[in-house]
Structure formats: structure tokens, C-alpha cells
């Protein structure tokens, strides 16, 4: 899980550039005539706004509105899309794309065996990897195709950390010979460890805690990946949950004082349990207890002063605003 | 951060639990958590400390240590009164990674039932185990 330490790893990301095998990560092409009409039914965001050499984040949706996978689709070329998944969920999504797509003109390939995938992040990541590979680099949310250990490569800028950086999809015969070389080029090894912390600094959600199917992108404060307008599977639940409110909301907090809240502790107001945490950790570059937690969405309020419950102690915390850490410059 | 090599010292008794006691005559006892303990937890931040004046008993948790990403029970090896706490931990947990025999030292104990030293290991005892799990 760890290469030097958390903390370590963590700093590496935020000053200078660290990275992490993601290999585990599903990835599924969608190709055909149909493939956006499909993939608009499929996905909570309007894909039709996805460029050619785009990338846009969304929902799965349950046919409840509740979130199977959160994912990143990458427009390879005018009817092709790479998806990528979870990889816990990947066998689901797969079987779940492949239902729906039966009354489209398209065709859905599981293709996670024909990547590694390797995250480069931090700020000095471009310019070490434009150096140590010499590939050209897409900007932010693009993609590109590149050669890399002379092999044809997927360059993604996009990432799970809050940093500049890009991800990296490349033929696994070749991904140890890559992380050798950019090794030797000054980029940290990190673990998942801290691609949890990094993420939970800046609210990012981990889909099996933050997000499950049991809780729609409303509530999960995903509105913003929705666009019901185009029909997709779930439409209708996040359409009336947008429009008449939820119960409960995600909330990101900060501990004051001692205290590192976990998955599952509960969130008390005056007394009485009013949410639960879904990610909990110690923010390496706050110093302190940080997490997410469901709770009743009239607490869920920025400023909000809450306790959360760590195994007995009653440790006070106050509700944030996202992100819980700002990039510097 | 460096983290020191395993090591055990031979002037400690060591709890199966990871935890050791260094005894200061039949009645006052130092207790920490072993080389082996904060290497498998990786970097403390956060060290949850009783009050002082609490009653701990030999085998339960008596204390809290945390990492980054997972929490831990502290064990007693010994049974007693806590007379004093490190507080300084409180600034600087990393200590119990660093020096976890010596500024990484959890509390100080009155002890009320000292022949529990009898159930305790020696290093080579607790070296043993170690190579055994």
C-alpha cells in the first residue's frame, strides 16, 4: 500500500510530483453509429458535449436514480468513447452497459486487460513527463493519443488528486519499464493510501463509501454531472430529487481539535444521530481530522457546528465548504 | 522521515500483543508499543492518551494509536493506575515511529498486581513470536 509513508507520498503530490499504479482500474470502448445516443442513455452527463478528444465525468445510474459508478468517458474519435471504471465495479458496469445497449447500433468491448494505467500527478508532473518521455501533453479534462515506450498510449489529463497531472493508459507489457524511467526522473512512488488522502482533501468521492446505489447524485451533491434533460436510466429520481430537495446531503467537515474521524462513525447534533461518515482520514496537508458524511441537509451547511462520534468521544467538527484543501497559486 | 531498524532490547518485557513494559522496581512501570507495533501501523498522527489516575487491567485496551489510515488499540501488559501520561505526544506522535523505547514511551503506571511479570515475554520470547507469525 505504501512506498516511503502517507505523508511522504501526500507532500510529494502536492509540491512537486508523485506516482501511482492505477491498473486496477476497468476500462470498457464503446464504439458504433449509436454510441452517443447510447451512451446519453446511460450516463447521467450530456455526452453529446464531450469533443472529439474530450473527457467528461458522470454518474451510472440505477433505473432508481441511484449511483452504480461514477466514471470518466473519453471521446477517442467521432462514434468511438473510452469509459473508465472502478474496478470493483467494473464486471457489473460491464454487464449493465452491455444490457442496455442492445437496442443501439453499438458495440461494448471490456478492454481492461489491454491497459496499465499509471497517474503522474503533482505540480512539476508535465514538465517531468514532457522530459523524461518526451510526448506532447493534452491540457486539462482532453486526452490524446501519444507513443510511449514506443507502443500506442492513451495521455488523459485528468486525475484524483486536485493537482495538475495527467493518467497515463499504456500497454501493461511496458508499464514497468515506465515507472523505472520516471522514477529515475525525480517522480515519487505513491501508494493508495495516500491517493486517499489526497482525494478526501478535495472532497473527490470514492465511489462503495461516498457513493453508493442507494443514495442518488443529488444528495451526493453530483447535480452538477446531471443532465436530466437528456432521458438517461435514473433521470426522473435525480429530476425529482433536484427539484423537491432530499432528506440527506454529502457534506465534507473538519475535526477541531483531536480526533480522526472513520467510515461509519456517527454525526450527532444536540444529542441525537443525524449522519454518518463515508470517508474519514488525517489531512496531511491540514494537520487535522477530515472527512465526508451524509446527514440531515438542513445541518449540512457550511459553518454548521456538528460532533462526530469516534468510537465513544464525541469530537466537535464543523461543516466545510468544498474543497477542504486549496491548491496553492 | 527514517524509520530505525527493528530492534528489541533485551531490558524490556514484552506483551504478546506488541506492547512492553519496562519495570522500575516491583511497583512503578513505563509502558510503550514495540518496533514491530508502529511499524505495521505506519506514521502516527494522532495518540488518544488515558487520564491520568484511570484503572488499567493486564490484556485490554487502555489507549488509542492512529495512522493515516488505520486505528489501534493499545494493550496493557501489566495491570495499574496511570500516574503519568506522555504529553508530548500529543504534539509530536511521530515520536512513537522514531524512539517508540524511549520519547515514544505511552504512560507510566502504578502497578497494583506486579507478579503479571511472570506472564510477560522476554526479547528473545517476543523475538521468537515475531519470527513464528
Same mark, same amino acid.
Given at each position: 500500500?505504501?512506498?516511503?509513508?502517507?505523508?511522504?507520498?501526500?507532500?510529494?503530490?502536492?509540491?512537486?510530483?508523485?506516482?501511482?499504479?492505477?491498473?486496477?482500474?476497468?476500462?470498457?470502448?464503446?464504439?458504433?453509429?449509436?454510441?452517443?445516443?447510447?451512451?446519453?442513455?446511460?450516463? %447521467?452527463?450530456?455526452?453529446?458535449?464531450?469533443?472529439?478528444?474530450?473527457?467528461?465525468?458522470?454518474?451510472?445510474?440505477?433505473?432508481?436514480?441511484?449511483?452504480?459508478?461514477?466514471?470518466?468517458?473519453?471521446?477517442?474519435?467521432?462514434?468511438?468513447?473510452?469509459?473508465?471504471?472502478? %474496478?470493483?465495479?467494473?464486471?457489473?458496469?460491464?454487464?449493465? #452497459?452491455?444490457?442496455?445497449?442492445?437496442?443501439?447500433?453499438?458495440?461494448?468491448?471490456?478492454?481492461?486487460?489491454?491497459?496499465?494505467?499509471?497517474?503522474?500527478?503533482?505540480?512539476?508532473?508535465?514538465?517531468?513527463?514532457?522530459?523524461?518521455?518526451?510526448?506532447?501533453?493534452?491540457?486539462?479534462?482532453?486526452?490524446?493519443?501519444?507513443?510511449?515506450?514506443?507502443?500506442?498510449? #492513451?495521455?488523459?489529463?485528468?486525475?484524483?488528486?486536485?493537482?495538475?497531472?495527467?493518467?497515463?493508459?499504456?500497454?501493461?507489457?511496458?508499464?514497468?519499464?515506465?515507472?523505472?524511467?520516471?522514477?529515475?526522473?525525480?517522480?515519487?512512488?505513491?501508494?493508495?493510501?495516500?491517493?486517499?488522502?489526497?482525494?478526501?482533501?478535495?472532497?473527490?468521492?470514492?465511489?462503495?463509501?461516498?457513493?453508493?446505489?442507494?443514495?442518488?447524485?443529488?444528495?451526493?451533491?453530483?447535480?452538477?454531472?446531471?443532465?436530466?434533460?437528456?432521458?438517461?436510466?435514473?433521470?426522473?429520481?435525480?429530476?425529482?430529487?433536484?427539484?423537491?430537495?432530499?432528506?440527506?446531503?454529502?457534506?465534507?467537515?473538519?475535526?477541531?481539535?483531536?480526533?480522526?474521524?472513520?467510515?461509519?462513525?456517527?454525526?450527532?447534533?444536540?444529542?441525537?444521530?443525524?449522519?454518518?461518515?463515508?470517508?474519514?482520514?488525517?489531512?496531511?496537508?491540514?494537520?487535522?481530522?477530515?472527512?465526508?458524511?451524509?446527514?440531515?441537509?438542513?445541518?449540512?451547511?457550511?459553518?454548521?457546528?456538528?460532533?462526530?462520534?469516534?468510537?465513544?468521544?464525541?469530537?466537535?467538527?464543523?461543516?466545510?465548504?468544498?474543497?477542504?484543501?486549496?491548491?496553492?497559486? | 522521515?527514517?524509520?530505525?531498524?527493528?530492534?528489541?532490547?533485551?531490558?524490556?518485557?514484552?506483551?504478546?500483543?506488541?506492547?512492553?513494559?519496562?519495570?522500575?522496581?516491583?511497583?512503578?512501570?513505563?509502558?510503550?508499543?514495540?518496533?514491530?507495533?508502529?511499524?505495521?501501523?505506519?506514521?502516527?498522527?494522532?495518540?488518544?492518551?488515558?487520564?491520568?489516575?484511570?484503572?488499567?487491567?493486564?490484556?485490554?485496551?487502555?489507549?488509542?494509536?492512529?495512522? +493515516?489510515?488505520? +486505528?489501534?488499540?493499545?494493550?496493557?501488559?501489566?495491570?495499574?493506575?496511570?500516574?503519568?501520561?506522555?504529553?508530548?505526544?500529543?504534539?509530536?506522535?511521530?515520536?512513537?515511529?522514531?524512539?517508540?523505547?524511549?520519547?515514544?514511551? /505511552? +504512560?507510566?503506571?502504578? /502497578?497494583?498486581?506486579?507478579?503479571?511479570?511472570?506472564?510477560?515475554?522476554?526479547?528473545?520470547?517476543?523475538?521468537?513470536?515475531?519470527?513464528?507469525?
Amino acid at each position: 500500500m505504501t512506498y516511503e509513508g502517507i505523508r511522504e507520498e501526500h507532500s510529494a503530490v502536492r509540491r512537486h510530483a508523485g506516482m501511482f499504479d492505477v491498473s486496477h482500474m476497468g476500462e470498457v470502448e464503446v464504439e458504433g453509429p449509436g454510441a452517443l445516443a447510447f451512451l446519453q442513455r446511460v450516463l %447521467s452527463n450530456d455526452v453529446a458535449k464531450i469533443e472529439i478528444g474530450g473527457a467528461q465525468y458522470s454518474c451510472l445510474c440505477s433505473e432508481e436514480g441511484g449511483v452504480l459508478d461514477d466514471l470518466f468517458t473519453y471521446r477517442l474519435g467521432g462514434d468511438r468513447y473510452l469509459i473508465v471504471t472502478n %474496478s470493483a465495479n467494473h464486471d457489473a458496469d460491464l454487464a449493465w #452497459l452491455g444490457r442496455w445497449s442492445r437496442s443501439f447500433d453499438v458495440s461494448v468491448r471490456d478492454v481492461a486487460d489491454r491497459y496499465a494505467m499509471l497517474a503522474v500527478q503533482g505540480p512539476h508532473a508535465r514538465a517531468i513527463l514532457i522530459g523524461a518521455l518526451g510526448i506532447a501533453l493534452p491540457p486539462r479534462m482532453r486526452v490524446a493519443t501519444a507513443r510511449i515506450g514506443n507502443r500506442p498510449a #492513451l495521455v488523459c489529463g485528468t486525475g484524483y488528486t486536485g493537482e495538475d497531472g495527467v493518467e497515463l493508459l499504456i500497454d501493461p507489457e511496458i508499464a514497468s519499464a515506465i515507472w523505472a524511467e520516471l522514477l529515475d526522473a525525480g517522480v515519487v512512488p505513491c501508494g493508495l493510501g495516500a491517493r486517499d488522502t489526497l482525494r478526501l482533501e478535495v472532497c473527490f468521492h470514492l465511489h462503495g463509501n461516498d457513493l453508493t446505489p442507494e443514495r442518488n447524485p443529488i444528495e451526493a451533491g453530483l447535480g452538477w454531472c446531471c443532465a436530466e434533460a437528456t432521458g438517461f436510466v435514473g433521470a426522473e429520481t435525480v429530476a425529482r430529487a433536484r427539484r423537491e430537495g432530499t432528506a440527506e446531503k454529502l457534506a465534507p467537515f473538519k475535526i477541531e481539535g483531536a480526533g480522526i474521524p472513520r467510515e461509519g462513525n456517527p454525526v450527532l447534533a444536540g444529542g441525537e444521530q443525524v449522519g454518518i461518515v463515508t470517508s474519514g482520514t488525517f489531512s496531511p496537508s491540514l494537520e487535522l481530522g477530515i472527512g465526508m458524511a451524509y446527514l440531515r441537509t438542513d445541518l449540512a451547511e457550511p459553518g454548521n457546528e456538528v460532533e462526530i462520534d469516534v468510537r465513544g468521544k464525541h469530537r466537535p467538527a464543523r461543516i466545510a465548504s468544498r474543497p477542504l484543501y486549496q491548491r496553492k497559486g | 522521515m527514517t524509520l530505525s531498524d527493528a530492534h528489541y532490547p533485551d531490558d524490556l518485557l514484552y506483551h504478546d500483543q506488541h506492547d512492553w513494559a519496562r519495570l522500575d522496581g516491583d511497583e512503578h512501570a513505563v509502558f510503550g508499543i514495540t518496533w514491530y507495533a508502529q511499524d505495521s501501523l505506519g506514521e502516527v498522527v494522532f495518540y488518544d492518551a488515558p487520564e491520568v489516575g484511570a484503572t488499567i487491567s493486564k490484556d485490554s485496551s487502555y489507549a488509542e494509536v492512529e495512522s +493515516v489510515k488505520a +486505528v489501534s488499540d493499545v494493550i496493557a501488559p501489566m495491570s495499574g493506575k496511570i500516574v503519568e501520561v506522555n504529553d508530548s505526544l500529543e504534539d509530536t506522535p511521530e515520536k512513537i515511529n522514531e524512539d517508540p523505547y524511549g520519547e515514544g514511551w /505511552l +504512560v507510566k503506571v502504578r /502497578l497494583t498486581q506486579p507478579e503479571e511479570r511472570g506472564a510477560l515475554l522476554d526479547a528473545g520470547e517476543y523475538r521468537k513470536l515475531l519470527e513464528n507469525s
